[in-house]
């Protein structure tokens, strides 16, 4: 597996392709067997994955339990990164209702999670979403205490905005950002991914697969459980998903021409566009995780870089509910 950096200043470098944990838990349906799950975590190490990205609020807790404990014999050789930011009971779990970065809340949150991943350091550690409430710099000095004390490696921010960036960049040099960037979210190109090549900072692109769209696997024939964040998500409705189904086939041509699958080309797509993106996609199979691992290996020629852009299409339907965009402040 290549490995890459994540900023400029004391870089962390990381598999080229990660692995997003969320999925572990269960947030795509039925949720799996932890035993299962922590095999899976450590098959990836066996392929070269060393970059792991769970969060407190998936759960809440369990998750980070699941990669600490998995991760705990190999944990000098690989890079955990974890999420601050909702107002989340730091000792009980419990859901308390929208954001809440204040500096107390993040000291806090950062003990339960070495606890629970099972470290005396977290290698990222990311506000997850931008609370309107804490002024940035508070955010980011408290991240910067957290770093001289050893507890954290880098600081990193979550679905931020430039202003947001440029802010704790100020205080605290950000590592890197992740934001959804795939094919069908192309949102970031037109004023982040400039600021992050400016300042020198990585990006982390979650959903990388569209949550699974990409893969070639989902069409109007598709039905989610009711447990399943999709079948919330209006992208992934009626006429909006038939209408996004163009790049799924333009990514299909390529695949089958490169002896790739669709999920290959599209992670190749992304590690194409600059050096500093670090795709996470997720997966609770072996063979996806194996299958996703191989997209470091597939490389994208000039012609079919330009005729994926050639088929650029406009996305039907918001990337997520209407109450969750509402909490995605920049």
């Known amino acids: 597996m290549q490995q890459r950096k994540l900023g400029r200043n004391n870089p962390l470098e990381v598999s080229a392709i990660g692995f997003g944990c969320m999925s572990v ?7 799996p067997e932890r035993s299962e799950m922590i095999r899976l975590i450590r098959a990836a190490v066996e392929r070269g994955v060393t970059f792991f990205d769970t ?8 998750n980070e339990e699941i990669v600490g404990e998995a991760l705990e014999p190999v944990r000098d050789a690989v890079a955990i990164a974890t999420k601050f930011g909702w107002n989340i009971h730091p000792e ?14 993040i000291r806090a949150a950062t003990e339960g999670m070495l606890r629970r991943l099972r470290t005396d350091r977290i290698d990222l550690l990311y506000q997850h979403r931008v609370d309107p409430d804490v002024p940035m710099e508070d955010v980011a000095g408290t991240v910067q205490d957290l770093i001289r004390q050893g507890k954290v490696k880098h600081f990193g ?14 205080v605290q040099p950000v590592t890197a950002l992740q934001s959804e960037y795939s094919l069908w979210t192309r949102e970031p190109e037109a004023d982040v991914i400039p600021t992050l090549e400016d300042l020198g900072i990585g990006l982390v692109p979650y959903s990388p697969l569209g949550k699974g769209f990409l893969t070639g696997k989902i069409d109007q024939t598709t039905r989610f459980e009711a447990t399943d964040l999709r079948a919330r998500i209006p992208r ?9 189904r163009v790049i799924v086939e333009t990514v299909q041509r390529i695949a089958d021409r490169k002896r790739a699958t669709p ?29 996703n691992v191989g997209a470091a290996a597939v490389e994208l020629t000039g012609v079919e870089l330009r005729e ?9 339907g918001a990337r997520y509910p209407e109450e969750m965009l509402r909490l995605s402040g920049r």
């Not at 419990?94 to 970065?101: E, F, I, K, V």
């Not at 992934?236 to 996004?244: E, R, W």
């Not at 050639?310 to 039907?316: L, N, R």
């Open 55 to 62: 969060a407190e609020v998936y759960g809440p807790f369990e």
């Open 236 to 244: 992934f409705q009626g006429d909006a998903l038939k209408g996004n």
């Open 25 to 31: 838990s269960g947030a795509y349906g039925e949720t």
């Open 157 to 170: 921010l979550s679905e931020a905005g430039v202003q947001s960036i440029r802010r704790a960049h100020a």
């Open 263 to 291: 999920a290959q080309v599209a992670l190749a797509w992304l590690l194409a566009q600059k050096p500093w993106i670090v795709p996470i996609p997720g997966t609770t199979k072996l063979a996806r995780m194996e299958e």
């Open 92 to 105: 009980t779990g419990a859901r308390l209702g929208g954001l809440n970065s204040r500096p107390e809340q």
């Open 308 to 316: 994926i852009e050639a088929s650029k299409f406009t996305v039907q």
